[in-house]
């Protein structure tokens, strides 16, 4: 089981930092994903971490704004995120990733937690 949390709403260029804690299963061996989910579109990978840490993917939109990191000994995967912008606006989730599936592959996901709302606006 994961579970985000964090959103809010906060003022373009301004930060925020989303948490995913995990729960029931060997946190550690999985690569954790963030996605998000605007109104009306459909959801799209942000960010994920390998389960050691030591690879990262983000999707170009966020690529020097976004940091994720992980805390294996806490079960936590974060997602820093910086200089936010209106279309960043969405409800953020966090994911398992599954063995033999890459980052960029959304199928490979499961455990999806309930999502945390971020709203950037002035």
């Known amino acids: 089981q994961l579970q985000a949390s964090g959103g809010g709403l906060v003022q373009p260029g301004g930060s925020l930092r989303l948490s995913c804690v995990a729960s029931?299963?060997?946190?550690?061996?999985?690569?954790i994903g963030w996605f998000r989910q605007a109104p009306g579109k459909e959801r799209e990978g942000v960010s994920c971490?390998?389960?050691?840490?030591?690879?990262?993917y983000h999707v170009h939109s966020v690529k020097g704004r976004f940091t994720i990191s992980r805390d294996n000994a806490r079960n936590t995967v974060s997602l820093q995120m910086n200089n936010l912008k209106p279309e960043d606006t969405a409800i953020y989730y966090c994911?398992?990733?599954?063995?033999?599936?890459?980052?960029?592959?959304?199928?490979?996901?499961?455990?999806w937690g309930q999502g945390t709302l971020v709203t950037v606006s002035s």
């Open positions: 971490l390998s389960s050691s840490g030591d690879s990262t």
């Open positions: 994911a398992r990733l599954r063995s033999y599936y890459y980052c960029t592959e959304q199928p490979g996901f499961n455990s």
């Open positions: 029931g299963f060997a946190f550690d061996d999985y690569p």
